[in-house]
């Protein structure tokens, strides 16, 4: 069972991340007057990023950790 706490906790670290990386992406694409290309950018990471730390959660859940 410790590994799948490992593993979900693993998950949620890296779908923050993908947040974060894809907000600096949005914001350094903000600043070069790419407004849509920013927003398609942090668009995505958002998804992606809640959709794998959503995962973690869940498992997490299951396991009853949470």
Do not use: C, D, P, T
């Amino acid at each position: 069972m410790r590994w799948l706490w490992l593993l979900a906790k693993g998950l949620e670290g890296l779908g923050m991340v993908v947040v974060l990386v894809g907000l600096v992406l949005s914001v350094n694409l903000g600043f070069k007057e790419e407004g849509l290309k920013s927003m398609q950018y942090e668009s995505y990471a958002l998804v992606g990023g809640g959709a794998i730390f959503l995962v973690g959660m869940l498992i997490e859940r299951r396991i009853g950790a949470r």
